[in-house]
């Protein structure tokens, strides 16, 4: 499932011109991968995922952060919720992105 945000004179600007938002393919609307979405969605609810990415999120982040900490090739570690990011970087300059 997927879907376009834009500001109003973005679209606005579209609809004006070309008059079309080509942002589709030929699996638009299917039924099977929209009842598949469905389904992910219900269980994201159900299981209440969100709350508990939010609740346990800076715990792992702390915990790889205190795990790689002192490593040569790592510069910074950042994120949010379970999306976390590691920069490798050059240990002889521990700048340079390896």
Request: a negative charge; aromatic letters at 6%.
């Amino acid at each position: 499932l997927a879907a376009v945000f834009c500001r109003q004179h973005v679209f606005d600007a579209i609809a004006g011109g070309s008059r079309e938002f080509d942002l589709g393919h030929t699996w638009d609307g299917a039924p099977l991968p929209c009842a598949v979405g469905l389904a992910v969605l219900d269980v994201i609810h159900e299981r209440r995922l969100v709350e508990r990415v939010r609740e346990r999120g800076p715990r792992l982040l702390d915990e790889l952060r205190a795990s790689l900490q002192g490593s040569s090739i790592v510069g910074e570690v950042r994120g949010r919720g379970f999306l976390l990011g590691v920069d490798l970087v050059d240990p002889r300059d521990g700048r340079s992105f390896l």
